[in-house]
Protein backbone atom coordinates (compact mmCIF):
# COMPACT_ATOMS: atom_id res chain seq x y z
CA UNK A 1 0.00 0.00 0.00
CA UNK A 2 0.89 3.84 -0.75
CA UNK A 3 -0.07 5.73 2.54
CA UNK A 4 -1.31 9.66 1.27
CA UNK A 5 -3.14 9.89 4.25
CA UNK A 6 -0.90 11.05 6.80
CA UNK A 7 -3.02 14.21 7.33
CA UNK A 8 -5.21 11.78 9.62
CA UNK A 9 -2.28 9.56 10.99
CA UNK A 10 1.04 9.63 10.45
CA UNK A 11 1.28 5.29 9.87
CA UNK A 12 4.89 4.90 9.61
CA UNK A 13 6.42 5.66 12.62
CA UNK A 14 9.91 5.72 13.57
CA UNK A 15 11.31 2.44 14.75
CA UNK A 16 12.44 3.62 18.21
CA UNK A 17 8.87 4.66 18.77
CA UNK A 18 7.50 1.58 18.47
CA UNK A 19 10.44 -0.50 20.16
CA UNK A 20 9.57 2.25 23.28
CA UNK A 21 6.05 1.12 23.45
CA UNK A 22 6.52 -2.25 24.00
CA UNK A 23 9.28 -1.50 26.45
CA UNK A 24 6.38 0.36 28.33
CA UNK A 25 3.76 -1.88 28.30
CA UNK A 26 5.90 -4.38 29.56
CA UNK A 27 7.51 -2.37 32.45
CA UNK A 28 5.53 0.89 32.98
CA UNK A 29 3.40 1.38 36.43
CA UNK A 30 1.02 4.03 36.93
CA UNK A 31 3.13 7.58 37.26
CA UNK A 32 1.97 9.18 40.70
CA UNK A 33 0.35 6.67 42.20
CA UNK A 34 3.13 4.95 44.18
CA UNK A 35 6.74 5.20 45.33
CA UNK A 36 7.64 1.60 43.54
CA UNK A 37 10.14 1.17 40.36
CA UNK A 38 7.37 0.83 38.10
CA UNK A 39 5.85 3.74 39.21
CA UNK A 40 8.32 6.11 39.52
CA UNK A 41 10.17 4.78 36.35
CA UNK A 42 6.49 5.98 34.34
CA UNK A 43 6.41 9.50 36.40
CA UNK A 44 10.20 10.15 35.09
CA UNK A 45 9.23 9.10 31.50
CA UNK A 46 6.27 11.07 31.48
CA UNK A 47 7.98 14.09 32.84
CA UNK A 48 10.84 14.17 30.93
CA UNK A 49 8.43 13.95 27.76
CA UNK A 50 6.86 17.24 29.20
CA UNK A 51 10.18 18.78 29.47
CA UNK A 52 11.06 17.55 25.75
CA UNK A 53 7.19 19.54 24.63
CA UNK A 54 8.36 22.61 26.90
CA UNK A 55 11.74 22.89 24.90
CA UNK A 56 10.44 22.01 21.55
CA UNK A 57 7.31 24.79 21.81
CA UNK A 58 9.23 27.73 23.83
CA UNK A 59 6.94 27.54 26.97
CA UNK A 60 8.24 29.27 30.10
CA UNK A 61 7.85 25.89 32.29
CA UNK A 62 7.27 21.99 31.50
CA UNK A 63 4.54 22.27 33.95
CA UNK A 64 1.79 24.22 31.64
CA UNK A 65 2.25 21.52 28.92
CA UNK A 66 -0.89 18.76 29.96
CA UNK A 67 -1.12 15.57 28.47
CA UNK A 68 -4.59 14.58 26.44
CA UNK A 69 -5.48 12.04 24.56
CA UNK A 70 -5.56 14.11 21.08
CA UNK A 71 -6.08 17.63 19.92
CA UNK A 72 -9.83 17.40 20.28
CA UNK A 73 -9.39 16.86 23.92
CA UNK A 74 -7.22 19.80 23.87
CA UNK A 75 -9.51 22.18 22.13
CA UNK A 76 -12.63 20.47 24.35
CA UNK A 77 -10.70 21.68 27.15
CA UNK A 78 -9.63 25.26 25.84
CA UNK A 79 -12.76 26.17 24.68
CA UNK A 80 -15.52 25.33 27.70
CA UNK A 81 -12.71 25.68 30.21
CA UNK A 82 -12.66 29.36 29.15
CA UNK A 83 -15.14 30.71 27.50
CA UNK A 84 -18.39 32.02 29.44
CA UNK A 85 -22.22 33.14 28.34
CA UNK A 86 -21.56 36.82 27.24
CA UNK A 87 -17.96 36.04 26.31
CA UNK A 88 -17.57 36.93 21.92
CA UNK A 89 -15.30 34.78 20.14
CA UNK A 90 -13.58 34.82 16.57
CA UNK A 91 -12.76 31.70 14.30
CA UNK A 92 -12.51 31.19 11.02
CA UNK A 93 -14.59 28.79 8.16
CA UNK A 94 -11.07 26.95 8.01
CA UNK A 95 -11.55 25.07 11.24
CA UNK A 96 -12.33 21.72 12.20
CA UNK A 97 -15.23 20.45 13.74
CA UNK A 98 -12.56 20.06 16.66
CA UNK A 99 -12.83 23.59 17.29
CA UNK A 100 -16.62 24.59 15.58
CA UNK A 101 -18.95 22.15 17.15
CA UNK A 102 -17.27 22.90 20.91
CA UNK A 103 -17.83 26.72 20.16
CA UNK A 104 -21.45 25.79 18.68
CA UNK A 105 -22.26 24.28 22.17
CA UNK A 106 -20.52 27.12 23.63
CA UNK A 107 -23.04 29.36 21.67
CA UNK A 108 -26.09 28.05 22.51
CA UNK A 109 -25.26 28.91 26.35
CA UNK A 110 -24.61 32.44 25.44
CA UNK A 111 -21.45 33.02 23.89
CA UNK A 112 -21.26 34.65 20.40
CA UNK A 113 -19.71 33.46 17.44
CA UNK A 114 -18.03 35.44 14.45
CA UNK A 115 -16.94 33.33 11.98
CA UNK A 116 -14.21 34.93 9.71
CA UNK A 117 -14.79 34.00 5.74
CA UNK A 118 -12.02 32.99 3.77
CA UNK A 119 -11.72 33.27 -0.39
CA UNK A 120 -12.38 30.71 -2.63
CA UNK A 121 -9.03 29.74 -2.32
CA UNK A 122 -9.43 28.93 1.10
CA UNK A 123 -7.00 31.63 2.55
CA UNK A 124 -7.82 34.41 5.40
CA UNK A 125 -7.66 38.20 5.40
CA UNK A 126 -5.71 38.63 8.95
CA UNK A 127 -7.40 42.00 8.85
CA UNK A 128 -10.85 40.69 9.00
CA UNK A 129 -9.88 39.04 12.40
CA UNK A 130 -9.10 42.49 13.16
CA UNK A 131 -12.03 44.01 12.21
CA UNK A 132 -14.20 41.66 14.19
CA UNK A 133 -12.54 42.07 17.81
CA UNK A 134 -15.30 44.01 19.72
CA UNK A 135 -14.85 45.15 23.56
CA UNK A 136 -16.63 41.67 24.26
CA UNK A 137 -14.23 39.74 22.64
CA UNK A 138 -12.12 37.28 24.84
CA UNK A 139 -10.82 34.67 22.54
CA UNK A 140 -9.26 34.16 18.74
CA UNK A 141 -8.87 30.65 17.67
CA UNK A 142 -7.68 29.20 14.75
CA UNK A 143 -5.90 26.95 12.94
CA UNK A 144 -2.35 26.95 12.26
CA UNK A 145 -2.97 25.01 8.78
CA UNK A 146 -6.16 23.68 7.11
CA UNK A 147 -6.37 20.25 7.05
CA UNK A 148 -8.47 20.01 3.99
CA UNK A 149 -6.41 22.72 1.92
CA UNK A 150 -2.99 22.22 3.59
CA UNK A 151 -3.17 26.45 3.38
CA UNK A 152 -0.52 28.02 6.68
CA UNK A 153 -1.66 30.28 8.46
CA UNK A 154 1.30 32.25 10.31
CA UNK A 155 1.00 32.84 14.08
CA UNK A 156 3.04 35.25 14.37
CA UNK A 157 0.71 38.65 13.27
CA UNK A 158 -2.63 37.18 14.70
CA UNK A 159 -0.96 36.73 18.09
CA UNK A 160 0.81 40.26 18.15
CA UNK A 161 -3.11 41.33 17.39
CA UNK A 162 -4.26 39.53 19.98
CA UNK A 163 -1.85 40.69 22.50
CA UNK A 164 -2.46 44.35 21.03
CA UNK A 165 -6.16 44.31 21.72
CA UNK A 166 -5.89 42.09 25.00
CA UNK A 167 -7.75 38.97 23.74
CA UNK A 168 -6.90 35.35 24.36
CA UNK A 169 -4.66 33.60 21.24
CA UNK A 170 -5.64 29.83 20.93
CA UNK A 171 -4.12 27.59 18.54
CA UNK A 172 -5.02 24.48 16.76
CA UNK A 173 -1.80 22.95 15.39
CA UNK A 174 -2.81 19.31 15.07
CA UNK A 175 -1.34 19.88 11.38
CA UNK A 176 1.66 21.87 11.77
CA UNK A 177 3.12 20.64 15.30
CA UNK A 178 6.44 18.64 14.52
CA UNK A 179 6.20 20.25 10.75
CA UNK A 180 6.50 24.15 11.20
CA UNK A 181 8.47 25.78 14.23
CA UNK A 182 6.28 27.15 16.86
CA UNK A 183 7.46 29.02 19.23
CA UNK A 184 4.37 30.33 22.31
CA UNK A 185 5.94 33.06 23.76
CA UNK A 186 7.25 34.77 20.78
CA UNK A 187 3.93 34.28 18.96
CA UNK A 188 1.96 35.28 21.93
CA UNK A 189 -0.01 32.10 22.20
CA UNK A 190 -1.83 31.77 24.91
CA UNK A 191 -3.06 27.87 24.69
CA UNK A 192 -1.45 25.84 21.97
CA UNK A 193 -3.41 22.22 20.90
CA UNK A 194 -1.82 19.58 19.90
CA UNK A 195 -2.13 15.90 18.99
CA UNK A 196 1.07 12.84 19.09
CA UNK A 197 -0.16 10.64 16.37
CA UNK A 198 0.57 13.35 13.34
CA UNK A 199 3.67 15.41 12.74
CA UNK A 200 4.92 14.62 15.93
CA UNK A 201 5.01 10.93 14.71
CA UNK A 202 3.92 9.06 18.32
CA UNK A 203 1.09 7.10 18.82
CA UNK A 204 -2.48 7.69 18.84
CA UNK A 205 -4.22 8.47 21.97
CA UNK A 206 -1.29 10.52 22.75
CA UNK A 207 -1.70 14.67 22.54
CA UNK A 208 -1.16 17.89 24.55
CA UNK A 209 -2.97 21.26 25.48
CA UNK A 210 0.22 24.20 26.26
CA UNK A 211 -1.61 27.03 28.30
CA UNK A 212 0.22 30.39 29.44
CA UNK A 213 1.74 30.88 32.94
CA UNK A 214 -1.16 33.24 35.36
CA UNK A 215 -4.18 31.90 32.91
CA UNK A 216 -6.50 29.54 34.52
CA UNK A 217 -8.73 27.04 32.67
CA UNK A 218 -11.49 24.79 33.99
CA UNK A 219 -10.82 21.50 33.37
CA UNK A 220 -12.80 19.22 31.20
CA UNK A 221 -12.99 16.48 33.92
CA UNK A 222 -12.09 15.69 37.42
CA UNK A 223 -11.27 12.59 39.45
CA UNK A 224 -8.04 11.24 40.61
CA UNK A 225 -4.99 12.77 40.59
CA UNK A 226 -2.50 11.12 42.69
CA UNK A 227 -2.57 13.85 45.00
CA UNK A 228 -4.64 16.06 47.35
CA UNK A 229 -6.99 12.75 47.73
CA UNK A 230 -9.06 14.44 50.71
CA UNK A 231 -9.35 17.70 49.01
CA UNK A 232 -13.09 17.56 47.46
CA UNK A 233 -12.23 19.54 44.70
CA UNK A 234 -9.59 18.76 41.61
CA UNK A 235 -6.28 20.31 42.46
CA UNK A 236 -5.87 23.68 40.33
CA UNK A 237 -1.89 23.33 39.84
CA UNK A 238 -1.30 22.51 36.02
CA UNK A 239 -0.53 20.18 34.66
CA UNK A 240 -2.09 18.23 37.26
CA UNK A 241 -5.42 20.30 37.01
CA UNK A 242 -5.98 19.00 33.09
CA UNK A 243 -4.67 15.65 34.24
CA UNK A 244 -7.22 13.76 35.81
CA UNK A 245 -7.72 9.75 35.17
CA UNK A 246 -3.92 7.45 34.42
CA UNK A 247 -2.59 9.17 31.89
CA UNK A 248 -1.57 7.19 28.79
CA UNK A 249 1.57 6.40 29.96
CA UNK A 250 2.79 3.82 27.39
CA UNK A 251 1.21 5.85 24.67
CA UNK A 252 3.89 8.83 26.46
CA UNK A 253 6.38 6.68 26.05
CA UNK A 254 6.16 6.28 22.54
CA UNK A 255 6.03 10.51 21.83
CA UNK A 256 9.26 10.67 24.26
CA UNK A 257 11.23 8.61 21.51
CA UNK A 258 9.44 10.47 18.86
CA UNK A 259 10.51 13.53 20.03
CA UNK A 260 13.89 12.00 20.55
CA UNK A 261 13.76 11.44 16.53
CA UNK A 262 12.31 14.60 15.54
CA UNK A 263 15.56 16.62 17.52
CA UNK A 264 17.70 14.03 15.61
CA UNK A 265 16.43 14.41 12.46
CA UNK A 266 15.08 18.43 12.53
CA UNK A 267 11.65 19.81 12.22
CA UNK A 268 13.02 21.72 8.90
CA UNK A 269 14.21 18.60 7.26
CA UNK A 270 11.32 16.41 7.80
CA UNK A 271 9.13 19.86 6.60
CA UNK A 272 11.53 20.35 3.13
CA UNK A 273 10.97 16.52 1.90
CA UNK A 274 7.47 16.21 2.66
CA UNK A 275 7.49 19.72 0.89
CA UNK A 276 9.68 18.55 -1.89
CA UNK A 277 7.29 15.54 -2.66
CA UNK A 278 4.26 17.96 -2.73
CA UNK A 279 5.35 20.40 -5.00
CA UNK A 280 6.07 17.12 -7.23
CA UNK A 281 2.65 15.90 -6.82
CA UNK A 282 1.45 18.85 -7.53
CA UNK A 283 2.93 19.85 -10.49
CA UNK A 284 2.03 16.27 -11.93
CA UNK A 285 -1.00 16.71 -12.07
CA UNK A 286 -2.22 20.21 -12.30
CA UNK A 287 -2.55 20.77 -15.59
CA UNK A 288 -4.15 17.39 -16.14
CA UNK A 289 -7.87 18.02 -18.33
CA UNK A 290 -10.48 17.94 -15.23
CA UNK A 291 -8.86 17.99 -12.26
CA UNK A 292 -9.51 20.52 -10.02
CA UNK A 293 -7.19 21.44 -7.11
CA UNK A 294 -7.86 23.36 -3.89
CA UNK A 295 -6.24 25.64 -2.02
CA UNK A 296 -3.49 28.64 -2.44
CA UNK A 297 -0.08 26.85 -3.87
CA UNK A 298 1.22 30.79 -4.63
CA UNK A 299 2.92 30.69 -1.44
CA UNK A 300 5.87 28.19 -0.82
CA UNK A 301 4.76 28.12 2.81
CA UNK A 302 2.16 24.97 3.06
CA UNK A 303 1.34 21.84 4.95
CA UNK A 304 1.96 18.65 2.72
CA UNK A 305 -1.33 18.47 1.10
CA UNK A 306 -2.84 18.53 -2.31
CA UNK A 307 -7.09 18.23 -2.84
CA UNK A 308 -8.62 17.81 -5.51
CA UNK A 309 -11.32 16.52 -7.50
CA UNK A 310 -11.72 14.62 -11.03
CA UNK A 311 -14.55 16.02 -12.96
CA UNK A 312 -17.61 15.04 -11.42
CA UNK A 313 -16.45 12.49 -9.84
CA UNK A 314 -17.58 11.71 -6.36
CA UNK A 315 -14.95 11.98 -4.36
CA UNK A 316 -15.47 8.43 -2.39
CA UNK A 317 -15.40 6.85 -5.74
CA UNK A 318 -11.85 8.21 -6.86
CA UNK A 319 -10.43 7.36 -3.31
CA UNK A 320 -11.70 3.95 -3.88
CA UNK A 321 -9.97 3.74 -7.49
CA UNK A 322 -6.91 4.81 -6.00
CA UNK A 323 -7.27 2.05 -3.50
CA UNK A 324 -8.67 -0.51 -5.39
CA UNK A 325 -6.73 -0.60 -8.88
CA UNK A 326 -3.26 1.58 -7.72
CA UNK A 327 -2.89 0.16 -4.19
CA UNK A 328 -3.04 4.00 -2.91
CA UNK A 329 -4.25 5.65 0.36
CA UNK A 330 -6.33 8.42 0.55
CA UNK A 331 -8.87 10.82 2.27
CA UNK A 332 -12.47 11.93 0.18
CA UNK A 333 -15.50 13.40 1.98
CA UNK A 334 -15.42 15.97 4.15
CA UNK A 335 -12.79 15.61 6.30
CA UNK A 336 -14.61 17.28 8.99
CA UNK A 337 -13.84 20.62 7.82
CA UNK A 338 -17.77 21.60 6.47
CA UNK A 339 -17.36 25.70 6.11
CA UNK A 340 -14.24 25.13 4.32
CA UNK A 341 -16.03 22.89 1.78
CA UNK A 342 -18.76 25.47 1.31
CA UNK A 343 -16.35 28.21 0.70
CA UNK A 344 -14.86 25.73 -2.01
CA UNK A 345 -18.03 24.88 -3.39
CA UNK A 346 -17.56 20.65 -2.60
CA UNK A 347 -20.54 20.48 -0.32
CA UNK A 348 -21.77 17.65 -2.38
CA UNK A 349 -18.59 16.47 -4.01
CA UNK A 350 -16.10 15.87 -1.35
CA UNK A 351 -12.91 16.40 -2.46
CA UNK A 352 -10.03 13.97 -2.51
CA UNK A 353 -7.06 14.33 0.08
CA UNK A 354 -3.38 13.61 -0.50
CA UNK A 355 -1.30 14.22 2.03
CA UNK A 356 2.41 13.30 1.98
CA UNK A 357 5.19 12.29 4.82
CA UNK A 358 8.96 12.08 4.76
CA UNK A 359 8.61 8.64 4.68
CA UNK A 360 7.26 8.81 1.34
CA UNK A 361 9.24 8.37 -2.11
CA UNK A 362 9.49 9.41 -5.31
CA UNK A 363 8.42 6.68 -6.48
CA UNK A 364 5.33 6.63 -4.52
CA UNK A 365 4.40 9.88 -5.75
CA UNK A 366 5.15 9.24 -9.64
CA UNK A 367 2.47 6.28 -8.72
CA UNK A 368 0.00 8.76 -7.86
CA UNK A 369 0.41 10.88 -10.68
CA UNK A 370 -0.27 8.78 -13.02
CA UNK A 371 -3.09 6.76 -11.38
CA UNK A 372 -4.58 10.74 -11.45
CA UNK A 373 -3.93 10.80 -15.42
CA UNK A 374 -5.47 7.20 -16.01
CA UNK A 375 -8.44 7.72 -13.82
CA UNK A 376 -8.87 11.36 -15.81
CA UNK A 377 -9.00 10.29 -18.93
CA UNK A 378 -11.74 7.69 -17.92
CA UNK A 379 -13.17 10.50 -16.79
Given at each position: ?I??????????????????????M???G????????????????????????????????????????????????????L?????????????????????????????????????????????D????????????????????????I????????????????????S???????????????????????????G?Q???????????????????????Q????K???????????G??N????????????Y???????????????????F????????????????????R???????????????????????Y?????P???C???????????????V???????????????????????????
Amino acid sequence: MIYLDNAATTMHKPQEVIDAVVQAMSSMGNAGRGANEASLSAARVIYDTRDQLCRFFGAENPKQIAFTANSTESLNIAIKGLLNPGDHVITTMLEHNSVLRPLYEMQEKGVKLTIVKSNPKGTLDIRDIEDAITPETKMIICTNGSNLTGNYIPLQPIGDMAKEHGVLFVVDASQTAGIFPIDVQKMHIDVLCFTGHKGLLGPQGTGGIYVREGLEVRPLKVGGSGVQTYNKKHPVQMPTALEAGTLNGHGIAGLHAAMDYLERTGVDAIRAREQELMWRFYYGVKDVPGVTIYGDFDTKERCAIVTLNIGDYDSAEVSDELLTEYGISTRPGGHCAPLMHEALGTVEQGAVRFSFSHYNTDEEVDTAIRAIHELAEDE
